[in-house]
């Protein structure tokens, strides 16, 4: 079998060539996104493994004439895939899993940074201001919190953040049972009323797309602090800025923004980078930001390739695959 390897990064290439040999697979490995201009690089192979990159029908029905039968992608979202495409033209996708403990350990050193003022502490100690001025923080034990999503992810932010003693009320469509000792579930507006701190973790739906925007912000308490690791089309971001300028949002910590997929992972230095929003969420000294690197572990890279390559031989072994979307 041959899985066609696109945006591979240099920290993948030993952990692709480490599981290659493993499952015994041939590759091919390429830096550049999986395009319509580098897609023959896919002949030959029955599978594709991607990142972010926008799939569309153009570029499935070429993978389809090649032959691949499979599209692996190495994260868990997969809404830059065209998946009617796929359904139409016959070609199986699946996502990968990977260690929980990356994404919710990463949320919960932004709740605490958040809260305690971090960005501007950090900036000023380097500019040798010592003072206290405007950097006094909150108590995470004194806050409640509202998770919105208790998916893998989400339930494991709630087992960390049980730890602090804190207040957790938490809103999802399907309430886990084995959460009800731990949290209190609530309606989506309550939440919103109630929260001191609110942690996304819901997927990329249409039913999710802006939930953060001026109504619900509208609801909120004054000085809520928003915490957002899961994917950047759940805020309106012109919503947020406007909240952040009214002081409605208290502080907020974007590991993810809106429209990131044609900047994150590359390097820009000293170029105007085309993404105004960014620019403005920069500015702010209560607004921290990360280059959607919550994922990026160690065990977390590990188990994307390994997973990709899992499950791309399963299915064209018609084996179970648990990644299999389609």
């Not at 201001?129 to 992810?153: A, P």
Request: proline share 2%; with cysteine.
């Amino acid at each position: 079998m041959k899985i066609a390897f696109f945006s591979v990064r240099n920290d993948e290439i030993d952990f692709i060539h480490q599981f290659a040999k493993k499952y015994d697979i041939e590759v091919h490995l390429s830096k550049d996104a999986l395009t319509l201009d580098n897609i023959h690089h896919c002949q030959g192979a029955n599978a594709v493994s991607i990142m972010t990159t926008k799939t569309d029908e153009k570029i499935i029905k070429k993978l389809k004439e090649y032959g691949v039968v499979y599209i692996s992608t190495r994260t868990i979202g997969f809404d830059h895939i065209d998946i009617k495409a796929c359904e139409k033209h016959h070609i199986h996708v699946g996502n990968v899993s990977y260690s929980l403990a990356s994404v919710a350990e990463y949320t919960i050193m932004l709740i605490l940074m958040a809260l305690r003022n971090m960005k501007l502490i950090i900036d000023r100690f380097a500019s040798q201001d010592f003072s206290l001025n405007q950097i006094r923080g909150k108590e995470l034990t004194h806050s409640t919190v509202g998770v919105i999503g208790t998916g893998k992810i989400g339930q494991e932010v709630i087992r960390y953040l049980s730890g602090f003693a804190c207040h957790i009320i938490a809103y999802d469509l399907y309430p886990n049972t084995q959460l009800k000792d731990t949290v209190e579930y609530v309606s989506l507006d309550e939440l919103f009323k109630r929260s001191d701190v609110i942690t996304l973790h819901a997927p990329s739906m249409n039913e999710t797309h802006h939930m953060i925007n001026k109504e619900s912000l509208s609801i909120m308490k004054d000085g809520v602090v928003i915490i957002n690791t899961a994917r950047g089309s759940l805020i309106n971001t012109d919503d947020m800025i406007e909240g952040i300028e009214n002081k409605k949002i208290g502080y907020a910590a974007l590991d993810v923004v809106e429209n990131e997929s044609h900047l994150y992972y590359k390097e820009y230095k000293n170029e105007v980078i085309n993404h105004r929003q960014l620019a403005i969420l920069r500015s702010f000294p209560n607004v921290l930001l990360t280059p959607h690197t919550a994922f990026f572990t160690n065990q977390a890279v590990s188990d994307m390739v390994e997973y990709s390559i899992m499950s791309s031989k399963a299915t064209y072994e018609n084996q179970r695959n648990p990644w299999q979307i389609i």
